[in-house]
Protein backbone atom coordinates (compact mmCIF):
# COMPACT_ATOMS: atom_id res chain seq x y z
CA UNK A 1 0.00 0.00 0.00
CA UNK A 2 1.91 3.43 -1.02
CA UNK A 3 1.13 6.70 1.37
CA UNK A 4 0.34 9.91 0.17
CA UNK A 5 2.73 12.51 1.32
CA UNK A 6 -0.04 15.61 1.62
CA UNK A 7 2.57 18.38 2.35
CA UNK A 8 5.04 17.08 -0.46
CA UNK A 9 2.15 16.69 -3.44
CA UNK A 10 0.56 20.30 -2.06
CA UNK A 11 3.81 21.87 -2.24
CA UNK A 12 4.15 20.62 -5.56
CA UNK A 13 0.85 21.98 -6.67
CA UNK A 14 1.57 25.06 -4.94
CA UNK A 15 4.78 25.21 -7.45
CA UNK A 16 3.14 23.91 -10.43
CA UNK A 17 1.09 27.50 -9.99
CA UNK A 18 3.12 29.15 -12.52
CA UNK A 19 2.79 33.04 -13.43
CA UNK A 20 2.42 36.32 -11.49
CA UNK A 21 -1.83 36.00 -11.51
CA UNK A 22 -1.41 32.69 -9.42
CA UNK A 23 0.98 34.15 -6.76
CA UNK A 24 -1.55 34.89 -4.32
CA UNK A 25 -2.67 30.78 -4.63
CA UNK A 26 0.80 30.23 -3.98
CA UNK A 27 0.84 32.23 -1.03
CA UNK A 28 -2.15 31.04 0.54
CA UNK A 29 -0.95 27.49 -0.14
CA UNK A 30 2.48 27.84 1.95
CA UNK A 31 0.29 29.69 4.66
CA UNK A 32 -2.09 26.84 5.33
CA UNK A 33 1.33 24.49 5.18
CA UNK A 34 3.35 26.84 7.63
CA UNK A 35 0.78 28.18 9.89
CA UNK A 36 -1.30 25.03 10.45
CA UNK A 37 -0.50 23.26 14.38
CA UNK A 38 -1.77 19.90 13.68
CA UNK A 39 -1.62 17.75 10.27
CA UNK A 40 -5.39 17.88 10.28
CA UNK A 41 -5.33 21.68 10.30
CA UNK A 42 -3.18 21.81 7.58
CA UNK A 43 -5.07 19.43 5.73
CA UNK A 44 -8.24 21.24 5.85
CA UNK A 45 -6.52 24.32 5.05
CA UNK A 46 -4.99 23.33 1.84
CA UNK A 47 -8.04 21.71 0.76
CA UNK A 48 -10.06 24.55 1.45
CA UNK A 49 -7.77 26.80 -0.78
CA UNK A 50 -7.81 23.93 -3.80
CA UNK A 51 -11.18 24.01 -3.94
CA UNK A 52 -11.22 28.09 -3.75
CA UNK A 53 -8.34 27.85 -6.59
CA UNK A 54 -10.85 24.96 -8.75
CA UNK A 55 -13.62 27.53 -8.36
CA UNK A 56 -11.47 30.50 -9.35
CA UNK A 57 -9.18 29.51 -11.91
CA UNK A 58 -11.12 27.09 -14.25
CA UNK A 59 -8.41 27.08 -16.87
CA UNK A 60 -5.42 26.06 -14.98
CA UNK A 61 -3.61 23.11 -17.13
CA UNK A 62 -5.24 19.64 -17.09
CA UNK A 63 -2.72 17.92 -15.21
CA UNK A 64 -2.77 20.52 -12.75
CA UNK A 65 -6.36 20.73 -12.12
CA UNK A 66 -5.60 16.52 -12.36
CA UNK A 67 -3.21 16.82 -9.05
CA UNK A 68 -5.73 19.13 -7.26
CA UNK A 69 -8.68 16.81 -7.50
CA UNK A 70 -6.49 14.04 -6.90
CA UNK A 71 -5.83 15.93 -3.66
CA UNK A 72 -8.83 17.08 -2.41
CA UNK A 73 -10.53 13.20 -2.90
CA UNK A 74 -7.53 11.89 -0.80
CA UNK A 75 -7.62 14.53 1.58
CA UNK A 76 -11.59 13.65 1.56
CA UNK A 77 -11.21 10.20 2.40
CA UNK A 78 -8.74 10.64 4.91
CA UNK A 79 -10.49 13.45 7.02
CA UNK A 80 -14.29 11.34 6.65
Not at 2 to 28: C, H, M, P
Not at 29 to 35: E, L, Q, S
Not at 57 to 64: F, I, R
Request: aromatic residues 6%.
Amino acid sequence: MSSFDYIAEAGAIRDALVGDDLSDWRTRIRGAIDTGSTGSEILMAVRWNLVELLKAEPKLPADVTGRIKDYILAANKLLS
